[in-house]
């Protein structure tokens, strides 16, 4: 009898251990997984810009430019197929979002899955934040770009650096990355 009280008891911890230890991992991967729910939090995240550029060119002149561009380049659904034992099709769709003021020229692009992902967790309204380029005045005909989630030479990157320079004004191929 004293055998199977220890036994019991001794299981009885174990459980408590495991139970204790499994909840800690969980709320620490909660909490490691939460996602920017704003431009702010997104840019936050990161502990410097991904990549900064001199502009030679007016803020409202790049406004402007951002604002004709990314609609047309960056509003899109992108297909990407998933090899393996089952075939899988994944659709992502991307939509910019331009806030220009006096003060700065903001740039968000937010992605959401809209086919062959059955559940996002901490998804913010509108989808997850996957960059965010903030252009401010330096002088009157000179700005400073800062880019956060996008280094300059992305494919991403290369294409709102080269509308920010107003040297290409090209789209970038959103399946690539």
Known sequence: MAQEQNTSRADHCAAVVFNFCAGALLVATLLGCANPQTPDEFRKSYSHPAFTAELNRPLRDVAATFQSRAPDCLSVTVRRSVPGPTYQLIDTAYKPR????????????????????????????????????????????????????????????????????????????????
């Open 98 to 177: 331009i806030v220009a003021s006096a003060q700065r020229v903001e740039l968000y692009l937010q992605m959401k899955y809209v086919r062959g992902v059955l559940t996002t967790i901490g998804e913010p309204e509108g989808g997850y934040y996957m960059l965010v380029a903030d252009v401010y005045p330096v002088d009157a005909k000179h700005s400073r770009m800062e880019m956060f989630g996008a280094k300059g030479d992305s494919t991403l990157g290369r294409a709102i650096t080269g509308w920010a320079t107003g040297k290409d004004l090209g789209c970038p191929d959103m399946t690539k990355g």
